[in-house]
């Protein structure tokens, strides 16, 4: 097994152990990101209903236009965390919990749920 094999493997194992104890509820929804060598998504999932509430990446146009190749970045991400919390708000979202999906909580992980707890939302 190769070395990003090997990484992607603990982070799966790493990613079980917390979804143990993290579930989303309709009071108290689950945001969940997921970050890709290019992207970063993030999405308000209700795990009692089985469906995403809302949802932000950098794959949206209007990061597209501002970013442009560069969309993996922190400044990405903390505009993908201020996105999904004004599209939570407008749909009545306030509070949510947080599942960092196995990543540790820096980098561009830190900066979303930063960003998202800057613009409202309550983790």
């Known amino acids: 097994m190769n070395r990003m094999a090997k990484k992607q493997t603990r982070r799966l194992a790493r990613k079980a152990h917390i979804r143990k104890r993290v579930n ?3 009071e108290r929804p689950r945001l969940t990101v997921f970050r890709s060598h290019k992207n970063i998504y993030a ?5 009692a209903a089985g469906r995403t509430l809302v949802a932000a990446s950098s794959m949206e ?13 922190k400044a990405a991400a903390t505009k993908v965390g201020q996105t999904l ?12 919990v947080f599942d960092r999906n196995g990543y540790p909580f820096h980098g ?16």
Request: proline share 2%; net charge positive.
């Open 24 to 26: 989303g509820t309709s």
């Open 43 to 47: 999405q308000i999932i209700d795990d």
């Open 61 to 73: 146009r209007p990061m597209r236009e501002e970013f442009g190749e560069h969309r993996c970045n």
């Open 85 to 96: 919390a004004a599209k939570a708000t407008q749909a009545g979202i306030r509070k949510v």
């Open 108 to 123: 561009r992980i830190r900066e979303l749920a930063e960003a998202a707890r800057k613009s409202g939302l309550e983790f």
